[in-house]
């Protein structure tokens, strides 16, 4: 199916690829897992979509950052009236990697305990939303006093700063003195051994990112014996290329935000912009989700 874009996300992972981190099979590639836009022909076999109707999509194949693009018809996800190709195109990966946090990796409950950093982040932001949602506790960390606002709109019962160093001994002893439920890390480097001391026992730590470096080796024996905790590196992109967890994750994400979830967009460039995306995205200048239009 041919669909002209409106709306491209601008994410953590596509800085991964861009860098190498995470290789690509081919060379030159077109970088990008999320769009919106509107069908513009339909194959032969093609059957509840027609031209003209409004989709989202994310995960793979590469290839989102483009003016138009070929897709197949299972990845493409009609966009309700009620919605706009903003709200549905900025948070297609986000809402889907939230999904599989608060339902795959932790099967969240009324009354649990989650930790989430960079809450002020497209990311973080909907994930405390959706927490908040299900009856969950959020503690949230953010990086500056600046961004301590964006959290508690969010919807998080408290928001710390990282740069603290009490920072784990507050959460501890705020989640009931026994530790969160989940600790989601989108920050990397030394934050996750950090978060893993926030863990009670058979908590998870989901490790989703490493923008402030390489993730220092950790032991087997450190999770074990008297804490018996999980550390996870959940991949949305997986998660996104299984048919029955995507159409699980993207009708629940609709659902949401039909019912009045909201996604901050917190900056818009044009697609000629993307490396300016990018860079402000890394350093950290950004708030909300990231997108490009066309």
Do not use: C
Not at 56 to 75: I, K, N, V
Not at 91 to 104: F, V
Not at 139 to 168: C, P, Q, Y
């Amino acid at each position: 199916m041919l669909i002209n874009q409106a709306v491209i996300g601008v994410n953590f992972v596509d800085t991964y690829f861009r860098s190498g981190l995470y290789p690509v099979t081919t060379l030159p590639s077109v970088l990008g897992f999320e769009g919106a836009g509107v069908v513009v022909e339909v194959g032969k076999e093609v059957s509840h979509l027609r031209p003209g109707d409004r989709v989202a999509y994310t995960g793979g194949p590469l290839g989102a950052y483009a003016e138009s693009r070929l897709l197949p018809q299972s990845r493409l996800v009609k966009i309700p009236e009620a919605l706009s190709l903003e709200a549905v195109g900025s948070s297609m990966l986000r809402g889907l990697t939230a999904h599989m946090l608060l339902r795959k990796v932790h099967a969240t409950k009324r009354g649990d305990w989650i930790l989430v950093h960079a809450a002020a982040g497209g990311l973080g932001q909907i994930v405390v939303r959706w927490a908040k949602r299900l009856g969950a506790n959020v503690i949230a960390t953010v990086g500056s006093a600046e961004k301590v606002a964006l959290a508690h709109t969010a919807g998080a019962d408290v928001v710390l700063l990282h740069t603290d160093e009490r920072w784990a001994e507050e959460a501890v002893r705020l989640s009931d003195g026994k530790g969160v439920h989940l600790a989601i890390d989108g920050i990397g480097g030394n934050m996750v051994s950090q978060s893993l001391s926030v863990v009670r026992p058979f908590g998870v730590v989901a490790s989703m990112g490493q923008p402030a470096g390489p993730i220092p080796p950790i032991a087997v024996e450190d999770l074990g014996f008297t804490r018996s905790i999980s550390l996870m590196r959940p991949s949305s992109l997986l998660y996104a290329n299984d048919p029955q967890l995507y159409t699980s994750g993207t009708d629940e994400l609709l659902d949401m935000l039909v019912d009045g979830m909201t996604t901050l967009i917190g900056a818009r460039y044009p697609l000629i912009e993307a490396a300016k995306a990018h860079a402000d995205l890394e350093s950290g200048k950004t708030t909300g989700s990231v997108i490009l239009t066309v």
